[in-house]
């Protein structure tokens, strides 16, 4: 039985548990026996907690017997990407710099999944600090891409993908700055969805680039998905940034909404730098929605599709030096014991504790924000990044959604871009501008190339229009059911 509930989806799992077929215990002891059994080789998770995972689903398993179940999570195992708080987990955004530190609370994403009867599972791999795109910027090494083990999951939220895809868990959670649930989504061929900006808590997220992170779900299916989107979603007086908007049963909303969309294609998003077989795929995905009815719009988007990398890496890098400022090796992290005076300890301990992606970043972050510089540089790009969000809402106005590939190729080599920032930047250059105007996106799969590798496509939808973007891609996934096919580790 352990083998068959691997690749099950959560949902059906959920069914599993209600009707006794499985039992909570069980399902945790076939996430640890498949991730004893390959995380040698993905090296998905930082640390699991076996003995916890074990005791909350003995509780959930009473819970069911009771007739007192909290809901279909409860009992299911998820994954935390490892820059999401869970009290007394480590809390290491994959850095030399919080190697040792452990969450003294949880985020409100996971006392929402907790009350639910979730069961965290363990801590997923990512790029420190959220800073990069393929999972190869961690201090615990990289993660590998299950299709294809010499091969990056993308990033950063490389290890959340990747557990997914490897039948190691069915739900984890991951976060996107700018596509780092989408990209690694669908470079490991599983569901990842970006929400509306301010619809899900970012308590307990250590920041990045606080005015376009986002917590969001990685999943096998769109329903499971809407699942956890719909327990993790709504509003929290501890998150400034949290909005209040009505949260439905997302889950049950794939069931109604059946109608035929409107959907733009951005025209600039399939040009230059396109692989042919992703840019074939995602084509043969548009056709589809024609095909059944949906009416095709070709748009543009020219602004987004030319400064949306300049002007993310101009203001994610200014916060993250601003946000970064306070592991100084006074108030927690790392602390080196080099030092000479106050002023050393605080160069020795973050020179020891930061990788070189992440120092990169910061140097570039606080040279945008020095003087002489803000005004050229950082105010600049929010203006232009004001212009961008209002180029989407234009074309959103006519349209329900908009479709693109959401990575220009499909996974690369371990290291091949390593050497150069610039070529590894623009992985995200179809997921960044949707950040930047704090739309909700999702990647669900669309094919394979012909090595094997998965292909995604990117939605797009409008502002906390989550029902109707989850919609539009069950559409598809039903159709196709690439979901159904998994790597052979």
Known sequence: MADDLNYLPAARLAEMLGSGKISSVGLVQSCLARTKAVDGRVKAFNSCDEAGALALAQDSDQRRAAGQARGPLDGIPVGFKDVIAVAGQPLTCSSKMLANFISPYDATVTEKLTAAGAIPFGRLNMDEFAMGSSTENSAF??????????????????????????????????????????????????????????????????AYASSLDQIGTMARTVEDAALLLGAIAGHDERDSTSFKADVPDYRAELARSKGRWRLGVPKEFFGAGLDPEVGAAVKAAIEHYRATGCEIREVSLPLAAEYAIAVYYLIATAEASSNLARYDGVRYGRRSAKAKDAVDLYYQSRAEGFGDEVKRRIILGTHVLSSGYYDAYYLRAQKVRTLIRNEFTAVLRDCDALLSPTSPTAAFKLGEKSSDPLAMYLTDIYTISVNLAGLPGISVPCGFTTGGLPIGLQIIGRPFDEAGLLSIARHYEQAHGWYSKHPSL
């Open 141 to 206: 090494g990289p993660t590998a891409n299950p299709w294809d083990l010499t091969r990056v999951p993308g990033g950063s939220s490389g290890g959340s993908a990747a557990a997914v895809a490897a039948g190691e868990v069915s739900l984890t959670l991951g976060s996107d700055t700018g596509g780092s649930i989408r990209q690694p989504a669908a470079l490991c061929g599983i569901v990842g969805l970006k929400p509306t900006y301010g619809l899900v808590s970012r308590y307990g997220l250590a």
